[in-house]
């Protein structure tokens, strides 16, 4: 019983010795935090400058894929005249080469 009433008392001494010791990392702190708020102004304007950076790459590749869209169907109006009439001259021939029924 003495034994642990003694590292009772001791464990209480202990406790009260660490609990009255000064915080050294408490004064370093400070200086941390009037840093803080520039070096947030400076993660702000990063980030602000990559959205517009990203915002130009898509309205680059948008513009890009209606050009691109747009080319595609000029091309489709320019050619498909040409491929009907060839098509509508080959099925005559078809026609014109078939037996006639009696």
Same mark, same amino acid.
């Given at each position: 019983?003495?034994? *642990? *009433?003694?590292? *009772? ?7 009260? +010795?660490?609990?009255?010791? #000064?915080?050294? #990392?408490?004064?370093?702190?400070? #200086?941390?935090? =009037?840093? +803080? #708020?520039?070096? @947030? ?6 980030? =602000? ?7 130009? &790459? $898509? ?7 209606? =050009?691109? &869209? $747009? ?7 320019? &050619?498909?005249?040409?491929?009907? @009439?060839?098509?509508? $001259?080959?099925?005559? $021939? ?9």
């Amino acid at each position: 019983m003495n034994k *642990l *009433l003694a590292t *009772l008392i001791a464990g209480f001494f202990a406790a009260g +010795a660490f609990a009255q010791a #000064p915080a050294a #990392p408490a004064t370093a702190a400070a #200086p941390a935090a =009037a840093v +803080a #708020p520039a070096a @947030k102004a400076e993660v702000k304007d990063a980030k =602000a400058e990559a959205k517009a950076q990203a915002k130009a &790459v $898509k309205a680059e590749k948008k513009a890009a894929h209606k =050009a691109e &869209v $747009k080319a595609a169907q000029s091309a489709d109006t320019k &050619v498909a005249p040409a491929a009907e @009439k060839t098509a509508d $001259k080959a099925a005559a $021939k078809v026609d014109a080469k078939m037996p006639q029924g009696k």
